[in-house]
């Protein structure tokens, strides 16, 4: 994509991420692909062709009405065992065992419970959170789909605004070995979430050792600079990133069980 | 730091990522900090006051005469048994023990040997690799003090342009659960890496869950973006970033081996 810097003589490489405001609360059955892009263009930041519109999972959720009232659930015992003796909430531990297809790490003593998920997501609590959701006993689950969602959200930017655009589905995750989370793409649509760089060389001609980059993780997290968790802002434009059209799935990100030195 | 947006009254967030082009091929001794600020200059984007520079180890262990010639290193017995068992060059498995705390994980069959570096650090073959080093038989190590080379930077921008900037010193890691690799920060100066979020409200007034964010990998996941590993730019800047500057270290991103579920 570029060649080697000789300063000057070619454009530097430069994107632009931008936090988009005044998106109004989302109902269940809102087209955001629609209302990001009002919005968008409301502050000046018409959307274009290549951009990658990035959209946190509790927005995403809402929309698709994938919340629940916790005083619908009635915790197995198993849940409610755990929840005693973690001091967790029983009926947020039960959806999280129904969100999941395999328990990885339950941690009683510090309430931690990281499961891998139906999509295979492995994260905390099947990314169950209730931050962000209005009312004291609902909680939002993950996207039944989250690539479907993003394929969504990009065929409404395209209809509203003719423009086509990479979506990205991102939600905040903790990892193993490092403090602090940070976003990643649990959907895409438009885009290669992996960029396979097997047979390429470096800069100074040798093959290359680092084969394969999460783009699709790197932009969500960007995103999350301008979309910090006490602010408001679910979704971020990414301009200026030559990204790989392709129909796009995030599921290219997760680690295949057998491959996997940590579950 | 950004309010609640409402469209139209209030500037979106929105930050600038550069690849700086024109770095000339890095030897020992070389003042990065010089250089940097130099060729951004000579592009047209000066540095300024709260710009991010994340700066790639690779350069930063040229800077710092961190590379080591193979033939240089005499395998012990136990590097040479994992070595031959593997199909990995014992030379190069001698270098990642000598560099490494302890070993997380030995997978024979796939030749993979993760590691626990001195600082801490949990990653692949403790940092060591060839890419983008000249000479077929030369590898570099990772810095030994990142958090020092970010400093050394920092205060060779602020001689040479009298701007003062936050310094990120990033590599490339893989990570569980997930494929493909991501930056990640190694070394911080004058950014607080971590930021914790404790005892703050989320947007619709609830107790925040996500309590920290790891910036300043997701600022060094932001540079990747425009430092594709294959185009020989070592150097970006973030641009309007609202960071908060502390003596900065990126430590605080390493979780500690008790608190750690999968070490």
Redesign the interface.
């Given at each position: 994509?570029?060649?080697?810097?000789?300063?000057?003589e070619?454009a530097?490489?430069?994107?632009?991420?931008?936090?988009?405001?005044?998106?109004p609360e989302i109902q269940a059955g809102a087209r955001l692909g629609v209302l990001i892009a009002k919005?968008a263009a409301?502050?000046g930041?018409d959307l274009v062709h290549g951009d990658v519109v990035v959209v946190t999972q509790k927005v995403v959720s809402k929309a698709e009405g994938r919340l629940v009232r916790l005083d619908s659930v009635l915790p197995s015992p198993f849940a409610a065992g755990f929840g005693g003796r973690s001091g967790r909430d029983p009926r947020i531990v039960e959806l999280v065992l129904r969100e999941s297809a395999a328990v990885v790490?339950m941690?009683t003593a510090r309430g931690?419970l990281?499961t891998e998920t139906k999509h295979g997501l492995?994260c905390a609590n099947a990314g169950i959170?209730?931050?962000?959701?209005?009312g004291d006993d609902v909680v939002s689950l993950l996207p039944e789909d989250p690539d479907e969602s993003a394929r969504v959200i990009r065929a409404d930017v395209k209809r509203e605004t003719g423009k086509i655009v990479a979506v990205i589905i991102s939600d905040?995750f903790g990892?193993?070995?490092?403090?602090?989370?940070?976003?990643?793409a649990i959907g895409a649509a438009g885009i290669e979430a992996?960029?396979d760089?097997r047979g390429?060389?470096?800069?100074?001609g040798?093959p290359?050792?680092?084969t394969?980059?999460?783009?699709a993780?790197?932009?969500a997290?960007?995103a999350?600079?301008?979309?910090?968790?006490?602010?408001?802002?679910p979704a971020a434009t990414?301009r200026g990133?030559e990204y790989r059209e392709a129909v796009g799935s995030a599921r290219?990100?997760?680690?295949e069980r057998s491959l996997?030195?940590?579950?």
């Open positions: 994509m570029h060649g080697k810097g000789n300063g000057g070619q530097p490489p430069r994107i632009t991420v931008t936090g988009v405001l005044g998106i919005a409301r502050q930041d790490r941690d931690i990281i492995v959170d209730s931050s962000n959701v209005p905040t990892r193993p070995w490092r403090e602090g989370q940070t976003d990643v992996l960029m760089y390429g060389m470096d800069a100074v040798k290359l050792k680092v394969m980059t999460a783009v993780d790197e932009l997290a960007a999350e600079l301008v979309m910090a968790k006490t602010s408001g802002i990414v990133y290219r990100l997760v680690r996997d030195l940590f579950r």
